[in-house]
């Protein structure tokens, strides 16, 4: 498993050729009334596109609701997009059936954010975990799944022992390991973290995040980590995407994004992660007005003009669209 | 599972349902060697003989042992009700399994079936299909299980619909596993609760409708002896011979009343919102 040699974290030269791509993703949810009739549709995700290179993390971040969970879904064909494209190595897989994915299913995975309803609570850990292996048949007997999966399991700071044990046998923490183990029991490239940490507490998100950078770089993975924590986000990934209401505000390198935030929602955002030292908070910027609003009657324009401190006119009647300015995308008319 | 006991273990009612149904269940294994007479035996000299020491129950209108005939129709009667509930459960699960997995028209057709099959007068469907095919033992068992099964199909149907939005059905899917895998593996294993629970309770309305066909003279078909079919005999004779309705009538009583119990132990058991304490 140690056997590649260290590819150094960041922008390396395997940064051009990406291993997945989306363009203009869409998704959005039917509302019907009791009686069936239709009352409209959420956009959940709309018009979003990323890639991720190989060995990079992408950072996807937002408030709840504003469609990061479906980006997951959809990166992982779990639901198919209504709209747009994903591309594994060039391939176009948005339409394939399913037994033309398998590939795919192998080398793309999820760790979910609910470490107590993502594993099966009537399942042994091993039977859990060396399941997809023989499923794929890429282990020739049960015994060779079986040390497989051990020796997977210590890697993720678990026991041999643990493979007789159930899931609520286990702390968070754990079970988020074991969340981990499973999904990379398959030897995935393309890892997608939807709030892998945010139902633990801090000192168990420490050793997990820590665990799955030292995974990354054991096992050339690439990361999509999907979070609403921007100064985590910023910590780990190389590239950060914002998203509101299902539409991109702002992608670009996470140190340009985090030291010069050009969309007012990430500034608003960046002004939202607490102060260690309180005398260095930013006091100066307005905090955002009121709630997200509705996805099912999104504002006019701008979906963030109704919250935005810096709103004009323009904003109010036209949806800015994502221009490029060098390495850094951002939708606003003010930029 | 040690709270599952651990509830099921302190509420009375089901504990003494249980206690009930474990003592009717030996008694059935046990007949041939604990029953005193041989319940087919006719003795034209002990015609109706009231309850004594020698005939403990009484004897009935052929003068047959009444206790060994008890004895025997507890076989009849869990038998019946089991093995007639454990059909409805085999086609309640799959269908209300693939119904709720796959969805759209699949969803569509199958509960429309189920539907079409509760509008039925159940009990009217099993007399007319017993009215046209033999009326024995496996009849009763077979048309009483595919009577009975859409409550069933109901229940797995709705649990299997949030279990398919779960986060582990999500990552099977995405681990590429097959449908069929999934469905077999990791849903239906966690959506038998309701099913046990709709079992255990289904075991006592089976008794009841199999002693309500013995009763009308369509369900097991003499010499052999079942709780209703006694409970027939016992109309004719109630005025002069009391013993040959009261024992049988407070058998199914019994039977029914251990099987709701223990199975309304079963549902707060494993309801987690009565649960106190892990």
């Given at each position: 498993m140690a056997q590649e040699a260290r590819v150094p974290c960041g922008v390396g030269e395997g940064m051009s050729t990406p291993i997945l791509e989306g363009k203009g993703l869409k998704k959005g949810y039917p509302i019907k009334t009791p009686m069936g009739r239709l009352k409209g549709i959420v956009k959940a995700v709309d018009g979003v596109s990323f890639s991720l290179s190989e060995s990079e993390i992408l950072g996807v971040v937002g408030e709840s609701g504003c469609g990061k969970s479906t980006l997951a879904r959809l990166i992982l064909r779990l639901e198919r997009p209504d709209g747009g494209c994903i591309l594994f190595k060039g391939r176009d897989?948005?339409?394939?059936?399913e037994r033309e994915m398998r590939e795919f299913r192998r080398r793309v995975q999820i760790v979910f954010q609910d470490p107590f309803s993502s594993?099966?609570?009537?399942?042994?850990v091993g039977t859990m975990l060396m399941e997809p292996l023989l499923v794929h048949r890429l282990v020739p007997s049960k015994r060779v799944a079986r040390d497989r999966v051990a020796s997977l399991l210590e890697r993720v700071?678990?026991?041999?022992?643990?493979?007789?044990?159930?899931?609520?046998?286990?702390?968070g923490g754990e079970r988020q390991r074991i969340g981990i183990a499973r999904a990379l029991v398959l030897d995935p490239q393309v890892v997608v973290a939807d709030?892998?940490?945010?139902?633990?507490d801090v000192f168990v998100q420490a050793q997990v995040v820590n665990l799955m950078l030292g995974l990354m770089e054991e096992r050339r993975l690439s990361y999509v980590f999907i979070s609403h924590n921007l100064s985590l986000v910023g910590q780990i990934a190389h590239r950060i995407m914002v998203l509101y209401l299902g539409r991109v505000m702002e992608a670009g390198p996470a140190h340009q994004l985090m030291e010069e935030p050009l969309h007012p929602y990430t500034q608003v955002l960046l002004d939202s992660i607490p102060a260690p030292d309180p005398k260095e908070a930013h006091l100066h910027r307005l905090p955002p007005l009121g709630d997200v609003p509705s996805p099912i009657n999104p504002p006019p324009g701008c979906p963030f003009h109704p919250r935005c401190p810096q709103a004009q006119e323009v904003c109010r009647r036209e949806a800015p669209s994502l221009c490029s300015l060098g390495d850094r995308e951002v939708a606003c008319h003010l930029v | 599972m040690r709270w599952f006991w651990k509830g099921l273990l302190e509420n009375r009612l089901a504990l003494a349902g249980a206690v009930v149904l474990v003592f009717l269940c030996i008694v059935a294994i046990l007949a041939p060697w604990i029953s005193p007479y041989d319940p087919a035996r006719i003795n034209p000299h002990a015609v109706l003989l009231p309850p004594s020491w020698s005939h403990p129950l009484g004897t009935d209108n052929l003068g047959r042992d009444l206790l060994s005939r008890m004895i025997w129709g507890t076989r009849i009667s869990l038998e019946v009700g089991v093995i007639s509930v454990g059909i409805a459960c085999v086609v309640g699960t799959l269908v209300g399994g693939v119904a709720g997995f796959y969805g759209g028209w699949v969803d569509s057709m199958l509960m429309r079936l189920v539907d079409v099959m509760l509008c039925f007068p159940t009990f009217f469907l099993i007399l007319a299909v017993i009215a046209v095919l033999e009326p024995s033992i496996w009849n009763i068992m077979v048309v009483i299980g595919i009577t009975s099964w859409m409550g069933i199909a109901r229940l797995v149907r709705a649990e299997v619909l949030t279990l398919r939005e779960r986060e582990f059905v999500l990552a099977a899917r995405a681990l590429g596993l097959s449908k069929g895998r999934i469905l077999l593996r990791h849903i239906l294993p966690n959506a038998l609760a309701p099913v046990l629970v709709a079992a255990t309770l289904g075991v006592g309305a089976a008794i009841l409708t199999e002693s309500a066909l013995s009763f009308l003279g369509i369900g097991v078909q003499p010499p052999t002896p079942s709780w209703g079919s006694i409970l027939a005999v016992g109309k004719d004779y109630i005025e002069v011979a009391w013993w040959l309705s009261l024992f049988p009538g407070l058998a199914i009583l019994v039977a029914v009343l251990g099987y709701n119990l223990l199975g309304e132990g079963i549902r707060d058991a494993v309801d987690p919102r009565l649960r106190r304490s892990r």
């Amino acid at each position: 498993m140690a056997q590649e040699a260290r590819v150094p974290c960041g922008v390396g030269e395997g940064m051009s050729t990406p291993i997945l791509e989306g363009k203009g993703l869409k998704k959005g949810y039917p509302i019907k009334t009791p009686m069936g009739r239709l009352k409209g549709i959420v956009k959940a995700v709309d018009g979003v596109s990323f890639s991720l290179s190989e060995s990079e993390i992408l950072g996807v971040v937002g408030e709840s609701g504003c469609g990061k969970s479906t980006l997951a879904r959809l990166i992982l064909r779990l639901e198919r997009p209504d709209g747009g494209c994903i591309l594994f190595k060039g391939r176009d897989i948005t339409m394939c059936k399913e037994r033309e994915m398998r590939e795919f299913r192998r080398r793309v995975q999820i760790v979910f954010q609910d470490p107590f309803s993502s594993l099966n609570p009537r399942m042994k850990v091993g039977t859990m975990l060396m399941e997809p292996l023989l499923v794929h048949r890429l282990v020739p007997s049960k015994r060779v799944a079986r040390d497989r999966v051990a020796s997977l399991l210590e890697r993720v700071g678990l026991s041999t022992q643990d493979m007789e044990r159930y899931p609520h046998q286990f702390s968070g923490g754990e079970r988020q390991r074991i969340g981990i183990a499973r999904a990379l029991v398959l030897d995935p490239q393309v890892v997608v973290a939807d709030e892998p940490t945010s139902s633990l507490d801090v000192f168990v998100q420490a050793q997990v995040v820590n665990l799955m950078l030292g995974l990354m770089e054991e096992r050339r993975l690439s990361y999509v980590f999907i979070s609403h924590n921007l100064s985590l986000v910023g910590q780990i990934a190389h590239r950060i995407m914002v998203l509101y209401l299902g539409r991109v505000m702002e992608a670009g390198p996470a140190h340009q994004l985090m030291e010069e935030p050009l969309h007012p929602y990430t500034q608003v955002l960046l002004d939202s992660i607490p102060a260690p030292d309180p005398k260095e908070a930013h006091l100066h910027r307005l905090p955002p007005l009121g709630d997200v609003p509705s996805p099912i009657n999104p504002p006019p324009g701008c979906p963030f003009h109704p919250r935005c401190p810096q709103a004009q006119e323009v904003c109010r009647r036209e949806a800015p669209s994502l221009c490029s300015l060098g390495d850094r995308e951002v939708a606003c008319h003010l930029v | 599972m040690r709270w599952f006991w651990k509830g099921l273990l302190e509420n009375r009612l089901a504990l003494a349902g249980a206690v009930v149904l474990v003592f009717l269940c030996i008694v059935a294994i046990l007949a041939p060697w604990i029953s005193p007479y041989d319940p087919a035996r006719i003795n034209p000299h002990a015609v109706l003989l009231p309850p004594s020491w020698s005939h403990p129950l009484g004897t009935d209108n052929l003068g047959r042992d009444l206790l060994s005939r008890m004895i025997w129709g507890t076989r009849i009667s869990l038998e019946v009700g089991v093995i007639s509930v454990g059909i409805a459960c085999v086609v309640g699960t799959l269908v209300g399994g693939v119904a709720g997995f796959y969805g759209g028209w699949v969803d569509s057709m199958l509960m429309r079936l189920v539907d079409v099959m509760l509008c039925f007068p159940t009990f009217f469907l099993i007399l007319a299909v017993i009215a046209v095919l033999e009326p024995s033992i496996w009849n009763i068992m077979v048309v009483i299980g595919i009577t009975s099964w859409m409550g069933i199909a109901r229940l797995v149907r709705a649990e299997v619909l949030t279990l398919r939005e779960r986060e582990f059905v999500l990552a099977a899917r995405a681990l590429g596993l097959s449908k069929g895998r999934i469905l077999l593996r990791h849903i239906l294993p966690n959506a038998l609760a309701p099913v046990l629970v709709a079992a255990t309770l289904g075991v006592g309305a089976a008794i009841l409708t199999e002693s309500a066909l013995s009763f009308l003279g369509i369900g097991v078909q003499p010499p052999t002896p079942s709780w209703g079919s006694i409970l027939a005999v016992g109309k004719d004779y109630i005025e002069v011979a009391w013993w040959l309705s009261l024992f049988p009538g407070l058998a199914i009583l019994v039977a029914v009343l251990g099987y709701n119990l223990l199975g309304e132990g079963i549902r707060d058991a494993v309801d987690p919102r009565l649960r106190r304490s892990r």
